[in-house]
């Protein structure tokens, strides 16, 4: 039986691509959660109309990968301590976030911000937000580094981020 989270943080092509080196999850899909917008459009997103973050969904196999594992590579790949801000990516729509499906998840991603806190300079900045609806983007953002991996931007934000990934979670990997 598989399950779903929820992550933002920063550019979801970024998360997306992160996320699917991961062992046990069996889809990523990019998409926007957390605003007052249905059916949300990128450029309404990216205008900040919306309040959407651009996050990624996990379906996963909870036998292969915990949902603790998840949240570790979430918040050891992105910099959950800068507010509205990934990087060079600037705005709400890049705000770190985790989005729980249920009262567990909410009371482990709690659990494990309290646990990791003491490892930053900074105080964590990442939204615990419950799901309420998360909409799928446009086709041409699904897999858009494996579609783009020229693209200029590319290739400056996610080699550095599977970098970290393979440095600090190695087990994981698939």
């Given amino acids: 039986m598989t399950e779903q989270a929820t992550f933002a943080g920063g550019c979801f092509w970024c998360t997306e691509s ?6 046990g999850v069996e889809d990523v899909v990019s998409g926007y959660a957390g605003g007052h917008v249905e059916n949300p459009s990128y450029k309404a997103v990216c205008r900040e109309e919306t309040g959407h973050a651009e996050c990624v969904q996990l379906t996963y196999d909870p036998e ?21 801000r990934e990087g060079n990516d600037v705005g709400t729509q890049y705000r770190s976030a985790v989005f729980y499906h249920d009262e567990t ?13 003491p490892g ?15 909409y799928r983007a446009e086709e ?3 897999d858009y580094f494996e579609k783009n991996p020229n693209q200029a931007y590319c290739q400056m934000t996610i080699p550095p981020k599977l970098d970290k990934l393979r440095e600090k979670h190695t087990e994981l990997l698939a």
């Fill in 18 to 23: 992160v996320f699917k080196q991961v062992e």
């Fill in 64 to 84: 292969v990968v915990s949902y603790e594992d998840l949240l570790s590579v979430h918040f050891t790949t992105h910099t959950p301590t800068t507010l509205n």
């Fill in 105 to 117: 998840q909410r009371e482990a991603v709690e659990a494990f911000i309290e646990e990791i806190q």
């Fill in 120 to 134: 930053y300079d900074d105080d964590i900045v990442t939204g615990v937000e419950p799901l309420e609806t998360f």
């Fill in 140 to 142: 041409y953002h699904q």
